[in-house]
């Protein structure tokens, strides 16, 4: 293994279906010229609310809150516009974003009234009657996805449509005409995923995912097709520098339809390729941060910095595997109850002290505090769940229901963003 020398070595199986799905639907390089210009709405309104009989009710106004000329307090991310760690799947629902130019803290009401608010100098407010969700910062602007939420729907516009709302001017505008089920935002372009309807698999026994990629370049405004030229890598979304990770591929000597995963490389977007680490295998939810490859598996988390192929492993003393996590001021935060302070290694458990809001689904951060989508027990993140900020309260008792013994953890309080 010539990189990160503490891994485990084993064959992660790909969906070649997939991927070679992908292949189909964007063979072809594809250039659309696009106006930036919004899309014809109608005179009053940009949406509609649909009320419980499926009828439209008021319209939602084209324009945001203007602000005004915004004092510039701190610097972007050369690369990426929402914080890596908030981003670890196409379909996370990414509801909120620190914009580190104007200081302003964007969120969407999630479980509530949907609507884009924002938190800026100390005041939470409504900044943009629209719903949305995958959200960005890029130059003073805020960039989504409109998002319908089976609440709302669009004049003018559609659900998937990628949005762009200037805060100095209140300005919104549409990018382009095609739809998106996610996005990721960099600096230099937005990479696009769009879902195809779901084919069965007779000989594996699966539904197989059809989608097609598209990068959106923010200095040409075009919107181009992700070429497929072969089936020996598989691009993820994660950036380094001007690359992208992505999987090394070998077919499976088992099976010819069938690829294996075998190390990890870095492609651009239109395929040069950068350094390969055979072997590489990294656990779940990775992404780069400062440099660095960082993931979780149960050796504990790990971080790598890919300059100096040197690594480090902070052990959380659990054997846990494939949960959702974030780490926020030295602490692993895990969906399933524990935590682990990485620096000593020390764990607990935690519980949350709100009733309704007993599972999470998600964690999200502004770089200092923790915030979480949450719902009943066995609730489902688009059912029931809403986006809070989290508060831990240290030494809470509880009576364990197994034991019948009194137990000491940390409870997780939840409050409306902005109170």
Not at 53 to 72: R, W
Not at 203 to 228: H, I, P
Not at 262 to 273: A, N, P, S, Y
Request: with cysteine.
């Amino acid at each position: 293994m010539e990189i990160f020398h503490a891994y485990k070595k084993f064959l992660l199986l790909l969906f070649c279906c997939l991927l070679l799905a992908s292949c189909k639907e964007a063979s072809e390089k594809e250039t659309i010229e696009n106006d930036v210009s919004p899309k014809p709405t109608v005179e009053n309104g940009f949406s509609q609310k649909i009320d419980e009989n499926g009828q439209s009710g008021d319209e939602l106004p084209l324009n945001g809150k203007a602000f005004g000329a915004l004092p510039v307090v701190g610097t972007e991310d050369a690369v990426y516009c929402n914080l890596p760690e908030n981003i670890v799947n196409w379909d996370c629902v990414v509801p909120l974003c620190f914009d580190p130019l104007y200081g302003i803290l964007y969120y969407v009401d999630y479980g509530g009234d949907y609507m884009i608010h924002a938190v800026y100098d100390g005041e939470s407010q409504t900044v943009l009657e629209l719903p949305g969700k995958r959200l960005f910062c890029r130059g003073g602007k805020l960039y989504f996805l409109l998002e319908s939420y089976n609440r709302f729907k669009f004049e003018g516009a559609e659900s998937g449509n990628i949005a762009e709302y200037d805060p100095v001017t209140g300005k919104v505008q549409v990018l382009f005409d095609k739809t998106f089920d996610s996005i990721v935002v960099y600096q230099d372009m937005i990479y696009c995923k769009s879902l195809g309807e779901a084919q069965y698999n007779e000989e594996y026994d699966f539904y197989v995912e059809q989608a097609s990629y598209w990068f959106y370049f923010f200095d040409t405004k075009e919107l181009v097709a992700r070429d497929m030229t072969g089936r020996e890598y598989a691009l993820d979304f994660w950036r380094y520098g001007e690359y992208f990770l992505a999987a090394t591929l070998e077919e499976s000597k088992e099976d010819q339809n069938r690829d294996i995963r075998v190390g990890m490389e870095l492609r651009t977007w239109d395929g040069k390729q950068g350094n390969v680490w055979k072997g590489l295998q990294p656990g779940f939810g990775y992404y780069v941060k400062d440099g660095k490859l960082c993931w979780y598996n149960s050796d504990g988390f790990h971080v790598g910095d890919i300059a100096s192929q040197q690594e480090q492993i902070y052990p959380p003393d659990c054997q846990k595997e494939n949960e959702r996590y974030i780490v926020v001021n030295g602490q692993l935060f895990s969906a399933q109850h524990w935590l682990a302070d990485l620096e000593n290694g020390e764990y607990d458990a935690w519980n949350s002290l709100d009733e309704k809001l007993r599972m999470v689904h998600d964690f999200y951060t502004d770089g200092e505090n923790l915030y979480a989508i949450a719902g009943p027990w066995g609730s489902e993140v688009d059912r029931n769940s809403v986006l809070r900020r989290v508060q831990m309260k240290q030494g809470v008792e509880r009576m364990d229901i197994v034991s019948g013994e009194k137990v000491t953890e940390v409870g997780f309080q939840f409050f409306v963003i902005g109170e």
